[in-house]
Nanobody
Framework: QVQLIESGGGLVQTGGSPRLSCTASRGSLTNYAMAWFRQAPGRERDVVAAVTWSGHDTNYADSVKDRFTISRDNVKNTVYLQMNSLTHEDTAIYYC??????????????????WGQGTQVTVSS
């Protein structure tokens, strides 16, 4: 069973461009499609971006299209979320998730089998 660990969160200024990383402490991410979700206080956990096992197909939430990029390096067993032009609306806990249906970049949280503990991203002015 894969265990996911997120990193790269923290306090970021408005307009900043942090990159989140998700690695597996156990298991191989090549067996999974991967996604980033986020949850702000008082809100549901929503998809940010998803990518198939090969990295060839992706899906994005409308709110982050043209600002965020999901990518993966299967050699390094790592998935990334490059975030640009951050606003206060991007403040949330960001979670990495793995989906055993590796050929699909699904956007619904119930499709994902494994989750990381999350990393907080706080955008301040």
């Amino acid at each position: 069973q894969v265990q996911l660990i997120e990193s790269g969160g923290g306090l970021v200024q408005t307009g900043g461009s942090p990159r989140l990383s998700c690695t597996a402490s156990r298991g191989s991410l090549t067996n999974y499609a991967m996604a980033w979700f986020r949850q702000a206080p008082g809100r549901e956990r929503d998809v940010v971006a998803a990518v198939t096992w090969s990295g060839h197909d992706t899906n994005y939430a409308d709110s982050v299209k043209d600002r965020f990029t999901i990518s993966r390096d299967n050699v390094k067993n790592t998935v990334y979320l490059q975030m640009n032009s951050l606003t206060h609306e991007d403040t949330a806990i960001y979670y990495c998730a793995a989906d055993a249906w590796l050929g699909l970049a699904r956007t619904q949280s119930h499709s994902y089998d494994h989750w990381g503990q999350g990393t907080q991203v706080t955008v301040s002015s």
